[in-house]
């Protein structure tokens, strides 16, 4: 892939991003895992108040070029740097566009809109059963933080605490 094209979703971007969304899923081997709805994505991203983003990578800037992923990010904060970071939650590349720089022009967009926006890093996680991304990722630059392990309390879990 020469060129890619990436801008930031709008608000008419919503079923598409919601098909990457699911894409992802099954990629993760999680296909019924996805609760969110359509409408839960444009509220989310969309809404005035929201706090995270969407891009959109396509094959080119032509007017009818297909949309081959996404990325999905917000902003965190690092009380250690006092500075905003960019988290990415998810990145998605359509399984027959891989290898040829989408995913790569992906990361450098948002590493360059960290930079514009002065944040102190760029963070994401990856499963750790998911080999090629783990190979990008080092081929990048990115550094595994293998100190650090993520905790997460949701659903039910979440629920009963809060309410203790």
Known sequence: MSQVYIRDAVINDVPLIYQFIKALAVYEREPDAVAATELDIERTLFDEGATAHSVICFESDAPDAEAIGFAVYFYNYSTWLGRNGLYLEDLFVSEDKR?????????????????????GRFEWVVLDWNQPAIDFYHS?????????????????????????
């Open 99 to 119: 290898g040829r720089g989408a995913g790569k022009a992906l990361m450098k967009y948002l590493a360059q809109r960290a930079i514009s926006k002065n944040c």
């Open 140 to 164: 990048i630059g990115a550094e595994a933080q293998a100190q650090w392990q993520i905790y997460r309390l949701s659903g039910d879990k979440l629920l009963q605490f809060a309410e203790q």
